[in-house]
């Protein structure tokens, strides 16, 4: 069963960047992609999506070695069978922070990443919501 999966229902601009996922379920450690993200979740394409309301940590491997370590929760999912070109399948995960000091640190590489793949100017529109 999937839940709403509109473009609509973000609730921050995404970065376009593919990215490298490792995390584990029920002993098992899975790898695999995002490919886009932003302040508050990204979309991990899987065709083994964990349950809705699922938490887990995470770690998302950037650019330049760096590694983040975070606790997200499955808030949407696309099955395999129900997956498209434009709307594969995977899980939609929002970030769960420690504290204001992991948020900041986190949003600061996002926009970082959109600088760098969008370029200052449409990335400062973006991230200003303009």
Do not use: C
């Not at 970065?15 to 992609?33: C, G, H, M, Q, S």
């Not at 949003?107 to 370029?119: C, K, P, R, T, Y």
């Amino acid at each position: 069963m999937t839940e709403a999966t509109d473009d609509d229902k973000r609730g921050e601009t995404r970065a376009p960047i593919t990215l490298r996922v490792e995390y584990k379920r029920i002993n098992t450690f899975f790898a695999d992609y995002t490919k886009n993200i932003s302040k508050g979740g990204t979309f991990i394409r899987t065709t083994r999506p964990l349950e809705i309301g699922t938490e887990f940590m995470f770690v998302l491997s950037l650019p330049e070695a760096v590694e983040l370590e975070l606790k997200g929760i499955v808030k949407w999912v696309i099955l395999e069978a129900d997956g498209t070109e434009e709307k594969p399948a995977g899980m939609g995960i929002q970030f769960v922070y420690a504290d204001d000091a992991q948020r900041t640190a986190v949003e600061a590489v996002v926009s970082g990443m959109m600088h760098d793949s969008l370029g200052p100017a449409l990335a400062g529109k973006l991230l200003r919501g303009n």
